[in-house]
């Protein structure tokens, strides 16, 4: 079946250690996103990228990072310098056409004691 | 740069009850617009879509919504509402202008009381 998956689905970290987020998509879609959801703030982008090797960075890319070097897989970190890391992710994907729309993966709930 | 205003936060009906949950939009060209809708901890669905055409369009689970361009508007509406039908609902608008990136409202959470 073809879709998007997230790992793992429920991440604890201590505070001040990195966390990467699993995100793969055997779509064969082009674009891939990473957003953050907070009760009450809806998705929020963190960062984007529309092609392997490049990617840019959204409204909320502070204490982020990100790789794309498959087509297929576009890995999350959180470092130590995002100050409230606590959020339900998602990522999605989609082709570069207005007229469709995004798949996103089940998401991955981080807690950070 | 586009935005999406949903102005109820949480929405409580009666099952049976039809339902209505807005959107507004802010963008200059024109709009593709989208219904997403999203059980608790899981990742978001499309319910339809709207890019040209037919201003009233279907989408699956019963739902509908209709563009006004005059409004800026994308409600989703329904006709009965059942138990099933609760969580949150997302409208979203894609940038036709070359990123083709979704920008998200901040959602709306239905209730539905038996």
């Known amino acids: 079946d073809g879709g998007i998956t997230q790992s793992p689905k429920y991440l604890f970290r201590k505070e001040g250690q990195n966390v990467t987020l699993s995100c793969e998509q055997n779509?064969?879609?082009?674009?891939m996103y990473w957003y953050r959801q907070d009760p009450g703030q809806g998705l929020r982008l963190i960062y984007y990228?529309?092609?392997?090797?490049?990617?840019q960075k959204g409204d909320i890319a502070e204490g982020y990072s990100v790789s794309r070097e498959k087509k297929e897989s576009f890995p999350l970190t959180v470092t130590s310098a995002q100050k409230n890391p606590t959020a339900f992710y998602l990522c999605?994907?989609?082709?570069?056409?207005?007229?469709?729309?995004?798949?996103f993966g089940q998401g991955t709930r981080l807690t950070v004691v | 740069a586009q935005s999406v205003t949903q102005p109820d936060i949480h929405i409580t009906v009666s099952e049976g009850a039809s339902l209505e949950l807005r959107c507004n939009y802010s963008?200059?060209?024109?709009?593709?617009l989208f219904w997403y809708v999203q059980s608790p901890g899981q990742g978001l669905q499309l319910l339809l879509k709207?890019?040209?055409?037919?201003?009233l369009v279907q989408g699956i689970k019963g739902f509908e919504a209709e563009f006004k361009r005059s409004q800026s508007s994308f409600n989703l509406r329904k006709p009965s509402v059942h138990w099933s039908d609760a969580a949150e609902y997302f409208c979203?608008?894609?940038?036709?202008?070359?990123?083709?990136?979704?920008?998200f409202g901040r959602g709306t959470s239905l209730i539905v009381h038996p």
């Open positions: 999605a994907s989609s082709i570069m056409v207005a007229n469709t729309e995004a798949f």
């Open positions: 779509l064969n879609h082009d674009a």
């Open positions: 990228s529309q092609i392997v090797n490049d990617f």
């Open positions: 963008y200059g060209a024109t709009p593709y």
């Open positions: 709207y890019f040209s055409g037919d201003t």
């Open positions: 979203a608008v894609v940038d036709s202008g070359g990123s083709y990136i979704p920008t």
